[in-house]
């Protein structure tokens, strides 16, 4: 996979009115080889230039003609429970002062207008938020890490604090991420599952070695926080088995791309995608 000039492809989800929210593919962009072609994380070992690059081509598609840099946030993740809100102040630092401010965050939520949050993952699980009655999002890096430390439930108890959220009221969207099948774990990784009190017979079964899965792992967290079952979407794309559409750090190796899960609110409830 060469550098193409293609725009980038992009999975949309239906998530509610007035509300972009999608996932990157691997088409489009300027990347190659293991980062080819759209990879727009700062921190995998691209090149800086061709992810500046990718970062353009991929505002002007969620943005055409009225993109400016900054816009969309993404944070250094390092497989933790840091939840940050993006608010007014954080949006008006300088992108050093920025990236300071999200250090070690793996969540995001805001309830501004026309700002594009997002978490990176490559086999790790993408979750997002929205709450239409106070116009408000989030997303959620949940690694298996992540997930054994309940991130998810976290970033809903965050947004019910700052935004007075009803989790009863919220809408949630799984996105692609490696499935039960792929996930092979040691035992160490069992045991931290089950001493977090995981219900390991919903959520494992065992070949030659265990198996997890991290969409169910992670619908049960939303679950316990309020939501109803029947506003949670799980995209069911397994980035092991789809490497060629999705990055996976285990076929690839995690000196390659990550795929960029973010959602924006629209201004004027205007939706694009």
Not at 93 to 114: F, N, V
Not at 131 to 145: F, I, K, L, M, T
Not at 149 to 169: L, Y
Not at 209 to 219: P, Y
Request: net charge negative; proline share 4%.
């Amino acid at each position: 996979m060469g550098p193409t000039a293609d725009a980038p492809v992009l999975r949309y989800y239906d998530i509610g009115p007035g509300v972009t929210a999608f996932s990157t593919t691997r088409y489009g962009g300027y990347s190659s080889g293991p980062y080819g072609g759209m990879n727009v994380n700062r921190w995998c070992g691209d090149d800086p230039e061709t992810v500046a690059r990718n970062m353009t081509a991929l505002g002007n598609t969620l943005w055409p003609d009225k993109y400016k840099d900054g816009k969309i946030v993404i944070p250094h993740q390092t497989h933790g429970t840091k939840v940050v809100h993006v608010d007014s102040k954080l949006m008006a630092m300088s992108i050093t002062e920025r990236d300071k401010a999200l250090e070690s965050t793996d969540a995001l939520m805001t309830d501004i207008e026309d700002v594009c949050i997002g978490v990176s993952t490559a086999d790790c699980i993408p979750v997002l938020l929205y709450d239409n009655e106070h116009r408000a999002v989030c997303a959620v890096h949940a690694g298996w890490r992540c997930t054994v430390e309940r991130i998810t439930e976290k970033a809903v108890g965050a947004m019910t604090e700052t935004f007075d959220t009803n989790p009863s009221r919220l809408k949630a969207v799984i996105g692609p991420g490696i499935s039960l099948e792929a996930f092979e774990v040691g035992d160490e990784v069992y045991e931290a599952f089950t001493d977090a009190g995981f219900c390991m017979e919903t959520i494992s079964r065992h070949k030659d070695k265990w198996h997890i899965d991290l969409w169910e792992c992670n619908r049960h967290q939303l679950i316990n926080t309020g939501i109803p079952q029947t506003n949670i979407t799980i995209d069911g794309t397994c980035t092991y088995a789809n490497h060629e559409m999705f990055f996976s750090a285990r076929r690839l190796g995690t000196a390659s791309g990550r795929i960029f899960t973010g959602i924006i609110v629209r201004s004027a409830h205007q939706e694009r995608h």
